[in-house]
């Protein structure tokens, strides 16, 4: 079915209201838990479609004391109008009034959201002008020349420290040639943006810059941006960079951003949007797609939200999202929330929370959680959240032009915005699912003593930017197509891991599988350190009872050779081919080959640990070392956390194990 705009004509009496300028928007009413509804929304479905649907809709709504004020959405057989309560009337009881009425499809309350609001941070005095070289960072690699982008230290003001502490200077590295001539599009649904801003104008698609909240272009409204809020997010994704002024988008100018205002100017709404505004804004930006008007459309990036609701309360709005993810490829990421401002909340946010979204928390300068930041299990990633400059619609005289230094999470998540456009612009046959994979596989877990939130936040780490990117590029290359290994597993990256590495490979029997479960065996262990650590060498023999001559050969010689494996001692003279690995041996063999270390290994880690006791006296040192350097975890077992350490190990338990060894440089 064609979408449509408000094409269809209303009933004379909305109409009339509507040209007369009458309709005025009711309280917002509180909720339990905060939430605060205007009025509802109906749906009615009908054969006739067109403007008998919608005036029967409203004559048939008013018979229930219901009035219709407005058109959400229409199609050839349905509409979705927004109503009000008669005087008198909560919206509850308007709600239970219109689920009565013939031909009514659906209805629900009509949510209010409020734009996630920066939050006041102290910082430190300015060191240097954005016009002088002085005090600069020395970042030669870095390929824009926007002055704000010079200055990596947050100390210095201003700066675009967050360009590089996410990752995102060093991943434009990823772009294509040309990536600038068919750029990503980014739609803002927020507070609109200044559509003049000097070092943002080239960016933005303000052609089709809409407010979906009065419903006209946004060209068309006294102030494109009164608040500055949709301003500083466009800012973060697409200021123009290499212009020599202000700030550099995190896309380098390989997106673009649709600025679509969702919030109502005045009234008791006013600065904040509604579930009607929002699902208007999906509405208003999928009907372009489809008519062929706008293209290459990835992201959505919505820094508001409700706290209070129910995850299926808002069904029109999470049918829209859903709608744009799953059958036009396009993501939407969220501010996950700023608290109060002084402490976090950890109850979930609407919309940023739901599984189809991406709900972004904000980091400290340092890389620690900001203390007001909001956290969950529905949470999914962290990126830099404070004193962040970007453009603003206001002048600043610290940056000598219309910027603003911000903090919150509204900042976080167009840094996320902008790393998903980054990836599809460098690969626009991704998938959503592909960039995810990406940017969570390579998220680094945030180190925070004083608000650690490893086991309460969902967050799967800082956003590495540039390691993100190179995960899709090497992944779309190398798909990993194993039987038994998705992307939805623990175990995939680690997998994945070891096969660009080229230690391990999956089975050649025909299975197709790569024995994520099996125990691995002695012999093996020794071909994947050999593979990693024995560019090729040979070893002389050493004549094992058990060792023929076969694909393990040379590596079981080295291994001996090198002291990393012993034969057993028993007299028999064999190596103990066919025989599994236990944790306390993979954990001793990774030791001595790191040099068996004991200066600065502490107790703690491996005595908190209940069976620790079991390790043998030989594995004592090495089991220390691995918990130290956490090359292991420890294992779970009916919810317990457990070192096992005579456990046998699989095939995906070495993967992993393997993978924090080499990138902790420890082997």
């Not at 939407?332 to 976090?344: E, L, Q, R």
């Not at 608000?451 to 899709?472: E, I």
């Not at 994520?516 to 020794?526: K, L, M």
């Not at 058990?546 to 040379?554: E, I, L, N, R």
Request: overall charge negative; glycine content about 8%; charged content about 20%.
């Amino acid at each position: 079915m064609k979408k449509t705009s408000r094409t269809l004509p209303l009933s004379l009496a909305l109409s009339a209201a509507l040209a007369a300028g009458t309709l005025a928007l009711s309280p917002a009413v509180a909720r339990a838990g905060g939430a605060a509804t205007n009025g509802i929304l109906v749906t009615v479905r009908a054969p006739e479609g067109g403007a008998s649907l919608l005036a029967e809709t409203d004559s048939v709504l008013s018979a229930a004391g219901i009035e219709v004020t407005d058109v959400v959405t229409a199609d050839d057989d349905s509409v979705t109008v927004e109503a009000q309560p008669a005087e008198g009337q909560t919206d509850e009881q308007a709600l239970a009034a219109a689920t009565g009425v013939p031909g009514v499809e659906d209805a629900q309350l009509n949510y209010v959201y409020s734009l996630i609001e920066p939050v006041e941070q102290a910082t430190a005095a300015p060191l240097a002008s954005p016009k002088s070289s002085s005090g600069m960072a020395s970042l030669a690699s870095i390929s824009v020349n926007d002055p704000f982008a010079q200055v990596s230290d947050p100390e210095q003001q201003p700066n675009q420290y967050w360009l590089y502490a996410s990752g995102l200077a060093d991943a434009w590295d990823a772009l294509p040639e040309g990536a600038q001539d068919s750029p990503v599009t980014v739609v803002t649904l927020d507070s609109g943006a200044r559509l003049d801003h000097e070092d943002l104008a080239d960016n933005l698609v303000a052609e089709h810059a809409y407010d979906s909240a009065n419903e006209r272009p946004l060209s068309q409204n006294p102030s494109t941006d009164a608040l500055g809020h949709g301003t500083a997010v466009a800012g973060v994704i697409a200021a123009v960079a290499d212009n020599g002024i202000g700030v550099a988008g995190s896309t380098r100018n390989a997106a673009r951003v649709l600025p679509v205002k969702v919030v109502y100017d005045s009234g008791l709404l006013a600065g904040k949007a509604d579930s009607a505004a929002l699902v208007r804004a999906y509405d208003y930006v999928l009907g372009l797609i489809d008519e062929g008007e706008l293209e290459n459309v990835r992201v959505f990036n919505l820094s508001l939200g409700a706290y209070g609701q129910d995850f299926d309360s808002d069904g029109a709005l999470l049918s829209v999202i859903r709608e744009a993810r799953y059958e036009h490829g396009i993501l939407s990421v969220c501010s996950g929330g700023n608290g109060d401002g002084a402490k976090p909340y950890t109850d979930p946010v609407i919309p940023g929370d739901y599984d189809e979204c991406v709900s972004v928390t904000a980091l400290e300068e340092d890389g620690t959680n900001i203390h007001w930041s909001d956290y969950n299990q529905h949470k999914d990633i962290s990126a830099p959240g404070a004193n962040v400059w970007s453009t603003f619609n206001s002048y600043s005289s610290m940056a000598d032009g219309a910027y603003s230094k911000l903090s919150g999470t509204s900042l976080s998540a167009p840094m996320v915005s902008g790393t998903v456009a980054l990836m599809f612009s460098a690969h626009p046959n991704a998938s959503i699912e592909d960039a995810l994979e990406a940017l969570y596989a390579t998220a680094v877990p945030v180190e925070d003593a004083q608000d650690d939130r490893t086991q309460t936040s969902g967050s799967h780490g800082a956003l590495a930017a540039a390691d993100a990117a190179d995960h899709l590029a090497w992944h779309l290359t190398n798909p990993v197509s194993f039987t038994d290994v998705t992307s939805e597993d623990w175990y995939y990256d680690a997998v994945t891991y070891a096969l660009a590495e080229e230690i391990m490979t999956g089975y050649r029997d025909g299975s197709g599988a790569f024995g994520v479960a099996d125990q691995i065996q002695r012999q093996d262990a020794a071909l994947i350190l050999y593979r990693y650590l024995g560019n090729g060498e040979s070893a002389p023999s050493h004549g094992f009872a058990d060792v023929p001559h076969d694909y393990y050969t040379t590596a079981v010689d080295w291994s001996v050779e090198k002291g990393v494996f012993t034969g057993y001692q028993d007299g028999s003279n064999e190596f103990g081919v066919g025989d599994p690995l236990t944790r306390q041996d993979l954990m001793t063999v990774l030791w001595r080959i790191a040099g068996s270390p004991t200066a600065g290994v502490g107790d703690e880690d491996f005595e908190e640990l209940p069976d620790h006791d079991l390790t043998s006296t030989w594995a004592v040192d090495a089991a220390k070392w691995a918990l130290s350097e956490g090359v292991v975890t420890g294992s779970y077992r009916e919810g317990q956390r457990e070192l096992a350490p005579l456990a046998n190990v699989s095939r995906s338990e070495v993967a992993q194990i393997m993978q924090r060894a080499i990138e902790k440089n420890l082997l």
